[in-house]
C-alpha cells in the first residue's frame, strides 16, 4: 500500500474537516459548522489525531482522546476512539484498521493501558481487539408508569453553577464502584449540560444537603402531543432511595409528556419496578400474544493495550491460579501464554504458563470483556469465545472475574 500513516499536524486541520465531513450522513453540513464541531472543543486538538495520507493528500483519520476509565475499582489511562473517516477514494483498502493499529501501538508504548469506543460496526472492531463491554434496557412508557411515593428525598432543578458542581462532584465520587464510566472534564460537563433544551435535576437528601443522585433529560417535540416524549439522557443513583425519588420524579411528568424514554443496567430490572411494563415503542413486532417491553441496546467496547499491566492494576475477587492463553493480532506483545496467579484479589502476573494450573485460551476481545465485567469465563466457554482444559476450574474462574456489569455514559 502507497498510504503512509503519521500524527496530525496543523497544518492538516483543512484537509481533516473535508475527509470527515464527506464521510458521514451529514455532509451537506457546510464546512465551517464542521471545522466548529471537529475544532471548537477545548479538549479535542489536533494533537490528539492521526491521519493516512497518499501523494500527500490526508486521505484518513481518527482520534485518541486520553482520559481515565474507572474499571473494577481502578482508573485506568486509556484512550477513546473516535472520528474514524476514511476518503470516498480509499474505501475497502483497510486504511482504518492499519490506520489504527499503528495508533493503538503507538499509545501502548506511551503508557496507555487500555482503549474505549462506540462502534460504527462492532465486527470490525472486534478484529482489532475491542469486545463489547455494556448493555442497557431501553424502556419507552407513559410517565405513570413510574412508581410514585408520598415522601422521599428532595428532587430539584439543576440551574446554578452550585448545583452543576453538585452534579459533578456526584459523579466523580459514584464512578469510583462502576465499571467503564469515564472521569470528566468541564468542557464534558458543558457538552453534555449546555444544549438548547437540555435539563437536569438532582437528587438531595434534604434542602441543603448532599447530592444523592442526578438524571439529564431532554425533550422530542413533533407532531401531534402524543408523539411528544422526553428523554432521559443519563441518571445515576447512589442508593435506593434516591433512585425511588427519581422514578417518582419520572412519573410526576404525565400532564406535560405523553412518553418519557430512559435506559437501566439489566441487573436494575426496571420493568420488575414499573407499574405497567408494556412499551410504547413504535415498530416493534408483535409475537402473537406477546408485549414489547423493552429494547436491549449495546454500545461501548473496550480494549486492553496491555495486558500484564492491566491485570496487575485491577482489582479481582478471591484466590486462584490459572494460564491465559491470550492471541491478539493488533498488539503482538500481548499474545501467548501469561501466568496468572490472585490472591485476596490482587494479580501476579508473568510471561509463561502457571505450572499444574486451567489453562484459559481466548482472544484479546473476549478478555477484554471478562475484564470490563461484560462476560464470565464459563459464558465465554459456552459461546466458544473462550476454551478451557480443565472445565470443571470455570466456578473458580467465574469467582475471580464476577463484578458490576459495565457501561459508559460519556460520548467522545
Known amino acids: 500500500m502507497s498510504e503512509t500513516i503519521r500524527p496530525a499536524r496543523e497544518e492538516d486541520r483543512d484537509a481533516i474537516v473535508d475527509v470527515v465531513r464527506h ?28 491521519v493516512a495520507e497518499d501523494g500527500g493528500e490526508v486521505v484518513a483519520t481518527c482520534y485518541l482522546l486520553p482520559f481515565r476509565q474507572w474499571v473494577r475499582g481502578v482508573p485506568l489511562r486509556s484512550a477513546g476512539v473516535g472520528g474514524v ?135 422530542h417535540i413533533a407532531g401531534e402531543r402524543r408523539d411528544r416524549r422526553l428523554e432521559v439522557v443519563e441518571w445515576a443513583w447512589s442508593d435506593d432511595e434516591a433512585r425511588a425519588a427519581l422514578f417518582d420524579w419520572a412519573g410526576s411528568l404525565a400532564d406535560q409528556w405523553s412518553r418519557i424514554a430512559v435506559r437501566t443496567q439489566p441487573v436494575d430490572r426496571i420493568l420488575d419496578r414499573l407499574r405497567e411494563p408494556r412499551s410504547d415503542e413504535t415498530g416493534s413486532p408483535g409475537w402473537e400474544l406477546w408485549f414489547a417491553a423493552s429494547t436491549r441496546m449495546r454500545g461501548p467496547m473496550f480494549s486492553i493495550l496491555n495486558v500484564p499491566e492491566v491485570l496487575g492494576s485491577i482489582r479481582l475477587t478471591g484466590d486462584a491460579a490459572f494460564t491465559l492463553e491470550v492471541r491478539d493480532d493488533t498488539l503482538t506483545e500481548n499474545s501467548g501464554a501469561w501466568g496468572v496467579r490472585v490472591h485476596d484479589g490482587a494479580a501476579e502476573i508473568e510471561r509463561g504458563e502457571a505450572a499444574g494450573a486451567p489453562r484459559l485460551s481466548l482472544d484479546v476481545s473476549t478478555l477484554a470483556r471478562l475484564v470490563a465485567g461484560d462476560l464470565l469465563p464459563s459464558e465465554a466457554a459456552h459461546v466458544d469465545l473462550a476454551r478451557i482444559d480443565h472445565p470443571e476450574a470455570l466456578p473458580a474462574l467465574d469467582a475471580v472475574f464476577r463484578t458490576t456489569s459495565p457501561w459508559t455514559f460519556e460520548r467522545f
Open 85 to 219: 473517516a476514511v476518503s470516498v477514494t480509499h474505501r475497502r483498502r483497510g486504511l482504518a484498521a492499519r490506520m489504527l493499529r499503528e495508533a493503538l501501538v503507538e499509545a501502548r508504548g506511551r503508557g496507555v493501558q487500555a482503549s474505549a469506543l462506540f462502534p460504527f460496526r462492532a465486527g470490525f472492531y472486534q478484529r482489532l481487539g475491542y469486545g463489547l463491554a455494556g448493555e442497557a434496557d431501553q424502556v419507552i412508557v407513559p410517565p405513570r408508569a413510574f412508581p410514585r411515593l408520598e415522601e422521599g428525598p428532595l428532587v430539584v432543578a439543576v440551574r446554578s453553577p452550585e448545583g452543576r458542581a453538585a452534579v459533578a462532584d456526584f459523579y466523580a465520587e459514584w464512578i469510583r464502584g462502576q465499571n467503564g464510566q469515564i472521569e470528566r472534564s468541564p468542557s464534558s460537563w458543558r457538552r453534555l449540560l449546555d444544549p438548547a433544551g437540555v435539563g437536569a435535576v438532582r437528587v438531595m437528601e434534604k434542602e441543603g444537603g448532599d447530592t444523592t443522585g442526578y438524571a439529564v433529560f431532554r425533550p
Open 23 to 50: 464521510s458521514f450522513t451529514s455532509a451537506i453540513r457546510p464546512a465551517e459548522e464542521w471545522s466548529r464541531e471537529i475544532w471548537g472543543q477545548e479538549d479535542r486538538g489536533v494533537e490528539h489525531m492521526w
